[in-house]
C-alpha cells in the first residue's frame, strides 16, 4: 500500500487507537463490567469475509476474477494495517447458470479449473446454479460440478408468486445424497436457499447481482457476544448493552470499509451483522450464558432473539441474513449439545426469530432423497411465511445412524447425528 499523507496517515492512527475504545464509550455507565469485557476481549473483532462480488463474462472469466483479486488485495492491506485479522477474502459472481449453464462436461471442467486459478488465492462462490425456468436437473448437474471442484454454490428454492419450486426441491436433495455418496465434506459447498437475496458475503449462498464491482463484510463476532452475555444479568437485561457493543464495533469497521470504497471506487453494500463463530468463539455458549441453561432448553429461543434485535440495532449499512448462525458442526457448543438438548424440528424453530436455517446439520447416512426434501421443504416454508433468507446446508454421513458421532467430516467439528424419522 503507497505511504499515507502525513495528515491521512495520522487520522489512520487516531482511528486504529480509538476503535478499541469505542465499545467501552458506548455502554452505560451501569455497566462498567461490561465495558472493559467488551474493550478487552473483542473491540476489534475478527473479519472473517472480505468478499468482492463482480460480473464475469463468459468469454473471458479471468479479467473480471483478477480485477476482483486486485481489489481484495488491497482491501487485506488496509485491514491489517488498521489491525483486523483478515480471515478469508472471497469472490463472488452473478448467478452460474447465467454463463456456465449448457456447456459439454469437459469445458465446464476447464472452465471453473480456469476461474479457481484466476480467483487464488481467494475462495470462489458463484451464487445460484438455476435461474427461474431453466431445467432442474442441468442445475444439478452443475451443482454436483461446481461443489464436488470446491467453489461454493447454491440452488434456490423458490417457485414463482411465493411458492416453493418442487422441480428444485427434488434436484437440490439428490444433490445432496450425491455429494455424500461421494465425499460427506463436499456438501460444505452447496446449500439449497430460499429467500436469499445477492450481496450475502457468507457462503455457500453469497452471489453478485452483476451490477458493477461491489463488496460486503462480514464478521467473526461470537467472541464478542460471548464476552457481553457473560457480564449482561440475563434475560431481563434486555438487548441494549449488547447492541451497543456491537454497534461500536461495526462501526468501527465501517469507517474503514468506506475508506476502501472511496480509494478503489468500488461500491459498498455494507456488513452483514450476522457474528459468524468458530469452535470455542460459540454462539450457543453466548445463548447459555445468557440464558443458564443448556443450549436447547427454555430461553434457548428468547435468548436467540435478544441477539437478534442487538445486531440488527446496529447503526451501519446491513446487508446479507441478519440474523444468527446456529451450525453446530462450527460450533463446539452446538456439536455438543446436539441430539441430546435439541433436533431438527428445534433448530429450525429458531430461525423463525433468529437463525438462517439448517447449516452444517449432520443426518444419518441412510437419510433417503423424499426425507431430505421433507426437510427443505420446512426450511422453504418459513422462509416464504416470514419473507426472511434461509439455508440448509445438510451432511448425510454413509454408515452412521442417529444418534451416533459423525466422526471427522473435512475440517468441521463433530456431532451426534439428528434423527429425521
Known amino acids: 500500500m503507497p505511504e499515507l499523507p502525513p495528515a491521512a496517515a495520522a487520522r489512520r492512527r487516531l482511528l486504529k487507537a480509538s476503535a478499541a475504545t469505542m465499545t467501552a464509550a458506548a455502554l452505560p455507565g451501569s455497566y462498567p463490567r461490561l465495558a472493559a469485557a467488551a474493550t478487552a476481549s473483542a473491540a476489534l473483532p475478527p473479519l472473517r469475509t472480505l468478499t468482492a462480488g463482480v460480473r464475469v463474462d463468459a468469454a473471458d472469466p479471468a479479467a473480471s476474477l483478477g480485477r476482483a483479486s486486485e481489489f481484495l488485495a488491497q482491501g487485506r492491506a488496509l485491514f491489517t494495517a488498521a489491525g483486523y485479522t483478515l480471515q478469508t477474502t472471497r469472490i463472488v459472481t452473478q448467478p452460474a447458470a447465467d454463463y456456465l449453464a449448457g456447456l459439454p462436461d469437459q469445458e465446464l471442467e476447464q472452465r471453473l479449473a480456469a476461474m479457481q486459478a484466476a480467483a487464488a488465492p481467494n475462495l470462489l462462490g458463484i451464487g445460484p446454479v438455476r435461474v427461474p425456468g431453466s431445467s432442474a436437473q442441468a442445475a444439478e448437474a452443475l451443482a454436483l460440478a461446481i461443489a464436488g471442484r470446491g467453489i461454493a454454490c447454491s440452488l434456490p428454492l423458490d417457485g414463482a408468486n411465493g411458492s416453493i419450486d418442487r422441480a428444485a426441491l427434488r434436484s437440490a436433495a439428490a444433490v445432496i445424497r450425491a455429494l455424500a455418496d461421494r465425499d460427506p465434506a463436499t456438501n460444505f459447498n452447496f446449500a439449497a436457499t430460499a429467500q436469499v437475496p445477492p450481496g450475502v458475503p457468507f457462503f455457500p449462498a453469497g452471489f453478485h447481482d452483476g451490477q458493477g464491482d461491489a463488496f460486503a463484510l462480514g464478521l467473526e463476532g461470537a467472541g464478542l457476544f460471548l464476552a457481553t452475555a457473560r457480564e449482561m444479568q440475563g434475560l431481563a437485561a434486555g438487548s441494549a448493552p ?29 456488513i452483514d451483522p450476522t457474528p459468524a463463530q468458530w469452535g470455542e468463539n460459540s454462539i450457543a455458549a453466548a445463548v447459555e450464558a445468557l440464558t443458564g441453561a443448556p443450549f436447547g432448553k427454555p430461553g434457548t429461543l428468547a435468548g436467540c432473539r435478544l441477539f437478534t434485535q442487538a445486531l440488527r440495532a446496529a447503526q451501519v449499512r446491513q446487508t446479507g441474513y441478519r440474523g444468527l448462525f446456529l451450525p453446530p458442526m462450527e460450533d463446539a457448543t452446538l456439536a455438543q449439545r446436539a441430539f441430546d438438548h435439541y433436533g431438527l424440528d428445534a433448530l429450525l424453530a429458531y430461525s423463525a426469530v433468529c437463525g438462517t436455517g439448517l447449516d452444517t446439520v449432520a443426518l444419518p447416512g441412510d437419510v433417503r432423497p423424499a426425507e431430505l426434501e421433507r426437510i427443505l421443504r420446512d426450511v422453504a416454508s418459513l422462509a416464504l411465511q416470514w419473507r426472511k433468507p434461509l439455508t440448509a446446508r445438510l451432511f448425510p454421513v454413509p454408515g452412521r445412524q442417529a444418534g451416533e458421532s459423525t466422526g471427522p467430516v473435512g475440517d468441521l467439528f463433530p456431532m451426534t447425528i439428528l434423527p429425521v424419522r
Do not use: I, P
Open 242 to 270: 449488547l447492541a451497543m457493543a456491537w454497534d461500536a464495533a461495526l462501526r468501527a469497521v465501517e469507517t474503514w470499509a468506506l475508506q476502501l470504497a472511496e480509494q478503489t471506487g468500488w461500491r459498498y453494500l455494507g
